[in-house]
């Protein structure tokens, strides 16, 4: 199994900066790709970034294109997520997903049943 845990969430003010991280372990050499999703009160899940473990290829979803940039440390087995120019839209429980199965629905942002999640930090942007 992998086990997946954030860190790094806390409140910003708007036009802020903060780095997420996804500390990785047990059968990490499973990884296919790992990815960045966020929830806001009251709305569905939406998926921010994901990064192919082997290449490092990234994707983005157009809300967070130019803002944030997505990374990882192989050694260290940690995925990043730098979040500029932070908005209080940005505000939203953060997770961190690994996929397994080679699904390439996931790096395009649509997490499947067998993805593994982290627990959650939270993101808090004021105005």
């Known amino acids: 199994q992998v086990q997946l845990v954030e860190s790094g969430g806390g409140l910003v003010q708007a036009g802020g900066s903060l780095r997420l991280s996804c500390a990785a372990s047990?059968?990490?050499?499973?990884?296919?790709?790992m990815g960045w999703f966020r929830q806001a009160p009251g709305k569905a899940r939406e998926f921010v970034a994901t990064i192919k473990w082997s290449d490092g290829r990234e994707y983005y979803a157009d809300s967070v294109k130019g803002r944030f940039t997505i990374s990882r440390d192989n050694a260290k087995n940690t995925m990043y997520l730098q979040m500029n120019s932070l908005k209080p839209e940005d505000t939203a429980v953060y997770y961190c997903a690994a996929n397994r199965d080679s699904s390439i629905w996931f790096f395009f942002g649509k997490s499947g049943p067998n993805d593994l999640w982290g627990q959650g930090t939270q993101v808090t942007v004021s105005s």
């Open positions: 047990g059968r990490t050499f499973s990884i296919y790709a």
